[in-house]
């Protein structure tokens, strides 16, 4: 080839590629539904009074600790579940609410609709939390105290605020004379934090001998509203996790030799075992980005990024080693293109001049949807490389796939629609949730399965979760109330709302209608989307008349004479 056919042959490689580029950069349009904000002083705005405060400072000062599986503090537990009963007195008298407690401690709720040709939704929450090193804290972690207007304690975000939250707008909802059209449950499990085997796990075996086949979607825990943390993107970004990473525990084990410390060896099970986690640290696995949610993720929030980040974020393909880089860099980043590893817990040693018999060590591993478990240990197995640290499976789970977040997807919508109704200049976009939840027990009634949590967050607070100073403040907390509000209230709608083409014209006025010249009977609904649609020969008479008055009805200045018939004068 010459070089004049070289150069011809590489502008056009790079004009091919530069149109590429710009055309995703340009057609990944997010989706803009027009959304009624809710504002503090609408009619029906559930205020943070003293009493819902109080309360919620309350159900904090319970230390429902979770210490391992099976290990719960099982009278605090009994005091939480008494709590609730006292501080939501309409919920737990309801005619339209049944209460089952669940494998002693776990609850759950069942609220009918009246309409049972509607799919019931689930939403779910845990009443456990994590122990607190009380010595290294601000405050004390079971006092609830309020600082500079952030109540601090443990589960003021994980997740006592998802528990009062749905339950504070219920109670207002049933109060104000609500009557459900679509049935839901409220599933309260016990020891999240140990992998909910008792709880949350007994609370969908109670639902499956029910007869319960399907819910519409569920909503746990999860992913946040999120400032600061996507590089690029200064407004708040709420995450709603699709997906799920897998965990994988190993336990590393070296087996050495007790002796006196005068007469070391060259190396004791300690030192093996700490030259096997150091490289275990020191090579951490690839960047899987591209290969899960986070690619979705990205995609949809390039819109939010300045001109350069947008073309780069919506061409992963191409810039994905320079973003994996980037995110490498911060931990919360990081945590969302590959799999994770943290060295938990270490243990060896009985005296210090005696040498250790043995030694201990957990690696817990947080796995990206692309990877398989048995991939991981062969990789640790490889970057290890010495026989003597065995090395065993203690715990495990295969990551969850991807829930659908299109736009006509119910719940995801559902969600979407009520965070920015609340956190009005948010965008959201769907994510992967970093920790686990228990969604995995509720896995076979739905493929509709979201994680987010109401909780407003800015960098350095992902270190409250299960650290120190774990806080929310007031507002935030009256946030949540009055999303789990309007989560109940979206949801009792037969189906999607504000799901037309009118997002794509909301910069030109304020005034969309949405109405189809349809006569409709109970039961009709399902025929859109479904089944046998139809329409009468009268009624498609009548939709051409009514827009044969649209359009003369329009056609003057100002809203005066509408009506032309002489009869209807
Ligand atoms: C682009 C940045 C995106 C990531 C930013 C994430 C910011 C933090 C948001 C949410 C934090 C999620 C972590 C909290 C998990 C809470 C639930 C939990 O702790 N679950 C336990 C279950 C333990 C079960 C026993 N194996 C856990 O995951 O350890």
């Known amino acids: 080839m010459s070089c004049k056919q070289l150069c011809i042959t590489l502008v056009a490689i790079c004009s091919a590629l530069l149109v590429i580029v710009l055309v995703r950069t340009f057609t990944l349009v997010p989706r803009k539904d027009v959304v009624i904000a809710c504002k503090t002083a609408d009619s029906d705005f559930i205020k943070l009074t003293d009493q819902i405060l109080k309360r919620f400072q309350k159900a904090l000062q319970i230390d429902t600790i979770s210490f391992k599986r099976g290990e719960y503090n099982r009278d605090q537990l009994l005091l939480l579940g008494s709590h609730l009963q006292k501080s939501f007195p309409v919920v737990h008298s309801s005619p339209l609410v049944k209460l089952d407690i669940i494998a002693n401690y776990s609850r759950l709720y069942t609220i009918s609709g009246s309409n ?69 449950y409220i599933g309260f499990g016990h020891d999240e934090e140990v992998t909910g085997v008792d709880g949350a ?32 993107i200064k407004k708040p970004v709420a995450l709603i996790g699709i997906g799920e990473k897998g965990f994988l525990t190993l336990k590393l084990y070296v087996k050495g030799e007790a002796g006196h410390s005068s007469m070391p060896l060259k190396e004791t099970a300690i030192g093996i075992l700490a030259k096997a986690v150091s490289k275990i640290e020191d090579n951490p696995l690839p960047s899987m980005l591209g290969y899960g949610p986070e690619k979705e993720m990205l995609e949809h929030l390039a819109h939010e990024m300045p001109l350069a980040a947008r073309i780069v974020m919506s061409n992963l393909w191409l810039f994905g080693p320079i973003v994996s880089w980037f995110f490498s860099q911060k931990p919360p980043t990081n945590a969302i293109i590959r799999t994770v590893t943290s060295v938990t817990m270490f243990n060896g040693g009985v005296k210090t001049n005696v040498l250790p018999s043995d030694a201990t060590a957990y690696i817990n591993h947080r796995i990206h949807p692309a990877q398989s478990l048995q991939e991981i240990m062969d990789y640790d197995r490889a970057v290890i490389n010495d026989d003597r640290v065995q090395i065993s499976v203690e715990d495990s789970m295969v990551a969850a796939a991807g829930s659908p977040s299109g736009e006509n997807d119910f719940g995801y ?7 920015r109704q609340i956190w009005t200049n948010a965008t959201t976009a769907p994510g992967m949730m970093i920790g686990n939840t228990d969604t995995k027990h509720y896995k076979d009634f739905t493929k509709n399965i979201y994680r987010f949590s109401p909780t407003v967050m800015f960098p350095g607070d992902e270190k409250r979760f299960h650290g120190v100073n774990e806080r929310i403040s007031k507002n935030n907390y009256e946030q949540a109330i009055n999303f789990y509000y309007h989560i109940i209230v979206n949801a009792d709608k037969r189906l999607l709302m504000g799901n037309t083409d009118t997002r794509h014209y909301a910069m030109f006025t304020k005034n969309i209608y949405r109405f189809c010249p349809t ?16 329409i009468s020969k009268k009624n498609y008479e009548q939709a051409i008349n009514f827009y044969y008055h649209v359009i003369t009805n329009a056609d003057q200045r100002s809203l005066i004479n509408i009506h032309q018939h002489s009869d209807e004068l």
């Open 116 to 184: 049972t040709s509607l799919t019931p939704y689930l939403l779910t929450a845990h009443l456990d939390v994590v122990p607190a090193i009380a010595e290294e804290w601000e405050l004390p972690p079971f006092d609830a105290q309020i600082k500079d207007e952030f109540i601090y304690a443990r589960g003021a975000i994980d997740f006592k605020q998802g528990i009062m939250g749905i339950l504070e707008a219920l109670e207002y909802l049933l109060s104000k004379g609500f009557k459900p059209n679509r049935s839901f």
């Open 201 to 232: 796990r007994a609370i969908s075996q109670e639902l499956q001998s029910r007869g319960l086949k399907q819910v519409e979607f569920l909503l746990d825990e999860g992913l946040a509203v999120l400032n600061g943390f996507i590089p690029g």
């Open 413 to 419: 919508q559902i969600i979407s629609n009520s965070i």
């Open 519 to 534: 006569v409709m009977f109970l039961g009709d609904e399902k025929r859109f989307h479904g089944i046998n649609e139809r």
